[in-house]
């Protein structure tokens, strides 16, 4: 006799003596297929099988989520991590007279979940999960999260992969609204010419507010960014002298034609015929459009609150007419000659130069070893001097003091290049570099 499993198998016809057609039977029912990720629906996310700590990781804007992790993973990971974690267990075995009690743990942390998760996911082996290309805006709240708690050591195999994708990052459309992202990634990071790189855009987008601060060119103030507690006096210094120097450009040669006072030869006109007709004309065609763009009368450096690429690009834009003699060919005219407007702004945007004390490169080395990033040239060369000063000074008598003495000389005597590491990192858990 069948049994009932094989009478009504989906593959199984009924045979009838009467050759009638066969009737299918009915198909057992199949379980749905879930069409999402169940773990992207739970309300907690785990990340090892024997994960034993509850993580609530609060955003700036309050809400809450929850990581399911194992506390061992995270002591090993970050100093900070295993500081919170030892001290709450030391608390609970006070209170509970030296007993463990049997109910779960929980560590509340703040940051940005996703970030905090990408860094869970690597301390629990989980690298397929790691993004291999992040955008910017992940690598810098990577980058606020790894500096917070002090791990940066885990970011070793993918630092310098995701850094190059922003060898080019100067040359972005947003460049000016996003390099303080850029900025931070590279400071956390260790990579020197982006840095600098970063730094110098913010140099050239800066501009004052009507409250008098200093902002970038969406209108955020620098002082909000998070940034080496030193850079915001470095910028703000940088851009004020360069926009004087610029103006200063632009001021010399309209009070010098306007003076009536032109020397001999010309230091306008390159042809060295009709030199006072050829300034005249010159001086007389870029009056208006100096005026157009607010830079005549130049104002004082003081009162110009526009940007130095502002600037620039305004004084591009000033063309000069060029006078023609009616006894010159059409080659001899005067078209080549020019107040040198451009030529000053970029003689004054190449000596622009952003100094780097002791603690800055000291800070960048460092992290450069720790994320595996490759040194620059200007970075080896500065390891290189650093041993060399220190081999020489380990044979003096008084070595320490020796080494302060070259950290001030190295600074200029302005820069906070006393300043230990942990001094450093307690800044940056304060949200300054």
Known sequence: MASVEESISPIETIETTDHKEPTPTTPRALTPIPETDTLSESPATSFHPDADLEVVITKANGEH????????????ASPIWRTMLYQKAACDRGANNGTKQDRSETMKLTGDPEAIGVLFRIIHYDFKHVPKEPTLDKMFELAKSVCQYRCAHVLYPWA???????????AEVD????????????????????????????????KIDGNGKIVNISGQPLEDMIMPHELLEVITETRASTVAKILDAVKAPIEVLSSGEQNQPSMYCKVGKDSQACEIMMLGSVIPALTKAGIFPVPKPKNFTGSIEALKNSLDKVK????????????????????????????CLKEMMVPLGAGIMSWMSDQANICGIKATRELEKWRQRAEESLSEHLTNSRPVQHLEKQDQEECGGDRDSESTKDDQQENLQNGKF
């Not at 989520?65 to 090993?76: P, R």
């Not at 310098?160 to 100067?170: D, I, K, Y």
């Not at 060029?322 to 040198?340: A, F, I, Q, R």
């Open 175 to 206: 460049c000016y609204s996003e390099c303080h992202k850029a900025l931070h990634v590279a400071w956390t990071f260790g990579e020197l010419k982006l840095y600098r790189e970063t730094v110098d855009a913010l140099i050239v987008s800066a």
């Open 65 to 76: 989520t929850t990581y399911i992790v194992c506390a061992s993973a995270l002591a090993c």
């Open 320 to 347: 000069t007419i060029p006078y023609v003699g009616k006894e010159w060919m059409p080659h001899m005219s005067h078209e080549g000659c020019n107040l040198g407007f451009r030529e000053s702004v970029m003689t």
């Open 160 to 170: 310098g992969q995701w850094v190059a994708s922003l060898t080019n990052f100067v």
